[in-house]
């Protein structure tokens, strides 16, 4: 089974920063990773998919990159409705899909 | 628009059954796949498991296996998730969800199982 490792577990940051999350698979995922945000009570939402197109609807302030094994989230500049948990997931080849561990992003 | 309702979900004791439905409107069922995810209290997302739009290719986790059973109805656009020896560590909010790169989820249902 793929593990996914993502990193930080929580992050505080100010309004206006440039947040980074990372994703590393235990194996090749092509591009077949999902970066979701999900608020307290709520469905996660996709954010990115296929590792770096942005889901419509989605501000462009978001974005992913990487390939392969090796996978970043970016928040260009935050804003306080960020406030919320990310999480990546591979949906390579057969299941299991995996998730990460999840980062808890807060305003400093 | 596409949406996807959950329920079934309640509480039940350690060792109980449930089944769970995810009702499907919006899209042509039948052409996806469909997946069910869960979330323990206060924990990060689990995938549970995975159907073909057939119904004939079904994948499950590791901790579900032989205990949960996943079927579709595609004629009443209905996804279900049989849920047997139940213990603890399966409550849990559970989401069912398009498998076209996860593009859709429904509100969750939760499961409690307790004594």
């Known amino acids: 089974d793929i593990q996914m490792t993502q990193s930080p577990s929580s992050l505080s940051a100010s309004v206006g920063d440039r947040v980074t999350i990372t994703c590393q698979a235990s194996?090749?995922?092509?591009?077949?990773l999902n970066w979701y945000q999900q608020k307290p009570g709520t469905a996660p939402k996709v954010l990115i998919y296929d590792a770096s197109t942005l889901e419509t609807g989605v501000p462009s302030r978001f974005s992913g990159s990487g390939s392969g094994t090796d996978f970043t989230f970016t928040i260009s500049s935050l804003q306080p409705e960020d406030v919320a948990t990310y999480y990546c997931q591979h949906y390579d080849s057969l299941p299991p899909y995996t998730f990460g561990q999840g980062t808890k992003l807060e305003i400093k | 628009q596409v949406q996807l309702v959950e329920s079934g979900g309640g509480l039940v004791k350690p060792g109980g059954s449930l089944r769970l439905s995810c009702a499907a409107s919006?899209?042509?069922?039948?052409?996806?796949?469909m997946s069910w995810i869960r979330q323990a209290p206060g924990r990060g997302l689990e995938w549970v498991s995975y159907i073909s739009g057939s119904g004939t290719t079904i994948y499950y986790a590791d901790s579900v296996k032989g205990r949960f059973t996943v079927s579709r109805d595609n004629a009443k656009n209905s996804l279900f998730l049989q849920m047997k020896s139940l213990r603890a560590e399966d409550t849990a909010v559970y989401y069912c969800a398009r498998v076209a790169n996860f593009d859709y989820w429904g509100q969750g249902t939760l499961v409690t199982v307790s004594s």
């Open positions: 919006g899209f042509i069922f039948s052409d996806y796949y």
């Open positions: 194996q090749d995922i092509n591009n077949n």
